[in-house]
Each structure stands twice: as C-alpha cells, then as structure tokens.
C-alpha cells in the first residue's frame, strides 16, 4: 500500500469505528441527547448532527408478531392446564426480566418476579455505570475496555441454566422488542439455542413517536397485556337475585356476562350490558358481585369485583361491565365505591399479578357469602288500599278551603302513583258543610255532604274539581261527625268486595274539631245527633286506621284553658291517634306513604340487585 492508500484506509476504519459508536449511543440514548451523552466515550469525538440515524437504521431486522400464533396458543396451554407455567424472558437494557405466569383453581392468570437480574451480575465483565452499561449492550465500543464475547457467551449460557429450571425448558415465552442492539440480539440468540421458546412475543402494534418496534413499557405490562388475551376457563357472571311472581320467594340468579372460552385480542376489551332493577326502597344500595367458576359445572366461585351502587326503588337500571382480561371485569356507569372500607382479606383475582383491582377493592369474598347467607325468604307484597278523604268545605276564606282541596288531590295522586297501585286503589272522598245551611251560597240547594263513594282514584280527582267553598261563622266545631257517618256507612257496603282483604283507612282534612251529639258548655251539638266517638270507635273496631291533617298545630294545653281548648285538643288527638299531620310540615306525597301499606321483605332487605322487576 502507498502511503496515501494507507492514510485513506486508516480514516474509513475510523469513520467507521465513529459511525459504530454512534449508531450505539443512539440507541442507548434514543430518549435523552443521543450522541452527545457519552461523547467523551466515542471513537473519534461527538456526533455531528446529520450523522444521527440517518445514514445507520436503529432497529434493523425482523421482530417477532406482538399476537402470534404461537402466543395464543401458549397461552391456551397455560389457561387449560397443559403446562403448569410460562416463564416470560425479556433482555433489557437495563436487567435480564424473568416473570412466571401461572393460572389459579379459578383460571385467573397471576404473574410473579421469578429471576430478573441485573447486567452486572449476569455478566460482571460489563461496566456497572448504567449509561456505559446500555452503550455497551448496544453495541458500543469508544474507549471503554471491550468485554469479551466469548466470556459474554459463557455469562449469560451460565444464568440460563441456572435460571431456567429443566421443567420450564419448553414452556419459555420469549419477549423480544428491541432489535439491533448487539450483545441483547447476541443473548436472544443463546436463548434460542438452548431452549427453543414456545412462543416469542413482539412490540406492541401502537408504537411511540411513530419508531418502528419500539416498546417502552415494562416487562411485567407487557407480560400482563398478553395474559389479558388469554381465554375465560369458566363463565364470568353477575349475581343477582330472582323474586317468584306467584310465591314471591326470593332466590340468587346468575347471569352470565362472558361465557367460558372468551377472549380478547390485543389491547381490546369487551362490554356486556344488562338491565337490573330495584327493590321496593329507593336509592336502596346493592352490592353487584361479579363471580367466577372454578369447575365447568359451576362448583366453587371467586369473586372478581363487588361494586356498590344505589337503584331506585321498582325501577330499571342499565350497567355496564367492561371485561379487559381473564378475571378482570370492571362495572363501567353510576358506580359509588365499594360496599365495605380496608383492603381486601386476601388478593383479589383480578389482576394477573395478584394485586387487588379498583373493582374488587374492599369486597372480601367472606362479603358476598354473608350477602347471600342473608338474603330474605320473600317479598311481601301490600295488600289492596281503600282510603276515603273528609274535606272540611267551609272556611274564613277560599283560599282556606282551596288548600284543603289541593291537598287532597296531591294526595290521591301520589297514591296513584305508589308501584303496583293499579286497580288495587280505591279512593272515595267526603266533603261536609257547616250545619248552618244558609251559610253554604255556593251550592245550588241546601247541602251538607259531598259524597264520592270508593272507585278509581281518577273519579275522586275528577269530582273534587267540581267542588265550591262555603264561607263559615264560627271556629269551634264542623260536622265532621256527619262525614264520619257517611264514612262508616260508605265503608259498610264495600266491606267484601271487590278485594275482602284491603287494607283500609281514613284522612280527615280540616280545621274544626267535630262537634258532639249534646251542647257541651259553648261547643255545638249536632243537630243530627251523630256521636264522632261512636262512629271513631266503629270504624277502628273494623280495623279501618283514622289519621287527620289539620291546617294547624293544636296547643299544648296545660293548666288553665278554655272547655273549648281542652275539648279541641282532646278531639284532635283522638282522632289522629296521638300523631296529626300538619299544614306546611308534611307534604301530600309523605302523608301518603304514611297511610299506603308498603312493601316488605320478609327477612333482612336484600342487597343484590333484582333480574326481574317486581311489578
């Protein structure tokens, strides 16, 4: 060689000495400053700027299908039991990654660390600074000392066979991401000779920055996104309870949400909706445990989540459940946090790692047991509800008389609309005037009673639209007494049929008390005679229940007061057995859930959600 041909020759070993370096401490710093990390290291001074990757491709070669064949299928072995475990290998550039996935009694998948080493372990000839570290595995030579390959090959053959037991020996999945990384192609490369994998898995199909077969995540994620893939062994269901319609006997019911054999494909997750209802108290909450199946014929469960959320009362309510994996099914709406506090008495299946997922968080399985060991024997359904009104027509204003009435619309509305009403509701109403019948002008003839006899709530409604306020002139009795009469003679015809077994109730809506069949001092008598106390007693003896809703609260008398005052007070508690209802405290629509007999269960209420409705 001349000179100048030894010259020529000496600067291309150089550059290319100088690309090499280059091209290694882009890979080892693809997220940092690339070259001009370890620019004290390379071989022929720092990287100009258009020498970065241009001219050198960072990930030559071919990797390996993210969702291979192979992959499924191991992971079907794994799910079925074919294999005992899959221990998952990934080179990093930072550690050597073992992880060990093994499935439950339940087909849960769990994963666990089963090796992972560092570099400078595995190879003590490499340097223990990690950026010198990473520079070397890619390649890397610069002015660091040059660890020997032969003694690279004999490292990591040395802790494969120590950490890869022989009856794992085909059960290894290999993970490999990265591509054009000398010495980590060179540890794939041994792997492979001393045990063929059964599958290898690739970078994930959405990649960062757009850079072909990159994969930042860690090993543990992507060994857990693969496991997501995985198929169900045993059907992913929801318990409900199920009410007989004849019997109302309350029993659990499975539903199934995923069904065995289901699986996901890479980075999908898959929804089920159901329509759920709830039981007869409102905004009652109710614990949506999602259950597995140990065997095929149902035998053995585990709970996979147990969230809680609040149903109204008869009501239906859409949820949905997402499912992002063998035993991980989260519900996805009106959630509102799960039915106990503290973290769960064991790990929860569902995640493939064995810790506790957001959605079995705090549900112990012990908890659905005691749900179930608690559910009640039944539901008891009310029995049909005759009510009858007396409206108390005459007043000092019109306005007064006017609430009154709007009261009792309201009221036989909201009664209307309690569920299962239906024709079970009769509702018949009693309007009284003043016994002075000149003082009733606004009805067309001398009137003392209004009378609608029980029917269908939509004929009392209609009725008392049509009814006009008289003026009074006194504030000390009514003619309740007259209206209470006509009440338990109404009552009296209805008394078997059309349902013998209602139950039945009176709503007084006034201001005045009754007066009594006899003067008594300056309270009125009845110029009919009629005697409330003895039409009272006749009406509760045939258990009718008698409640009042009085404009306004009734003094507390003692000491000192008026015949007229203790008679008043006396009446009034009577007749509202001690516990009135009064003007601008209870609404129509409370008044109305006090009087309607409710819905009961009969034992503790039930805490899962209904798959039928009641009504």
Known sequence: MTEEEEESATAALRAAEHAWDVRAAELAFADDDGPAR????????????????????????????????????????????????????EFTPDRINVIKAVTDAYGIPRQNDAGTTKWASAVPSLDRRPEFLRFQLAGGI??????????????????????????????????????????????VALLRAAYPPRAELGPAPAVPDGAPGTDTTDTRDAVREALRTAPLRADHTLLLARVDQGTGAVRTHAHVLFPAGSRLRPGETATAEITVFGGPADRMPV??????????????????????????????????????????????????????????????????????????????????????????????????????????????????????????????????????????LRVGVVGHYDHVVHENSYTPRSVLLLTVPPGPATAARSALAGWRPARREQDTASSLEDALRKVRLTMAGTDNAPHPRAERAVLIVGRRPPGLPEQHDVVPSCPLGADWRT?????????????????????????????????????????????????????????ADALAPAWRWDGPPCRLALATPLL
């Open 142 to 187: 610069g002015t660091l000392p040059v660890p020997g390959r032969r003694d690279f090959d004999t490292a990591v053959t040395r802790w494969l066979r120590e950490f890869v037991p022989p009856p794992y020996a085909r059960s290894i999945v290999l993970v490999n991401r990265r591509s054009g990384w000398a010495l980590l192609d060179r540890a």
């Open 38 to 89: 370890p620019a004290s290291l390379l071989r022929g001074g720092p990287a100009e700027p258009g020498e970065r990757t241009r001219r050198w491709p960072l990930y030559p070669g071919k990797l390996p299908a993210h969702d291979s064949a192979q992959g499924r299928q191991a992971l079907a072995d794994l799910i079925d039991g074919r294999v005992d475990a899959l221990l998952f290998v």
């Open 535 to 591: 039409e009272l007693n006749s009406l509760r003896a045939r258990g009718v229940r008698v409640m009042a809703r009085l404009d306004r609260a009734q003094p507390h008398v003692d000491g000192p007061a008026s015949p007229v005052q203790r008679y008043t007070a006396a009446a009034w508690d009577t007749l509202s057995a001690g516990r009135p209802f009064l003007r601008g405290k209870d609404s129509a629509a409370s008044v």
């Open 287 to 424: 614990v949506l445990p999602v259950l597995a199946a140990a065997g095929r014929d149902g035998s053995g469960t585990v709970v996979l989540s147990a969230r809680q959320t609040a149903l109204t009362a008869f009501a239906p309510a859409r949820l949905a459940f997402v499912l992002r994996g063998p035993g991980e099914v989260t519900l996805a709406g009106p959630e509102t946090g799960a039915p106990g506090t503290g973290a769960p008495s064991r790990p929860a299946a569902g995640r493939p790692d064995g810790g506790a997922t957001d959605s079995a968080a705090g549900c112990p399985p012990a908890d659905v047991s005691a749900l179930v060991g608690r559910l009640p024997r039944g539901i008891i359904r009310p029995p049909a509800l005759e009510v009858v009104l007396t409206v108390e027509m005459s007043g000092a204003e019109p306005a007064e008389t006017a609430e009154r009435l709007a009261f009792a619309q309201e009221f036989i509305a909201a009664l209307a609309r309690r569920p299962g009403s239906g024709r079970s």
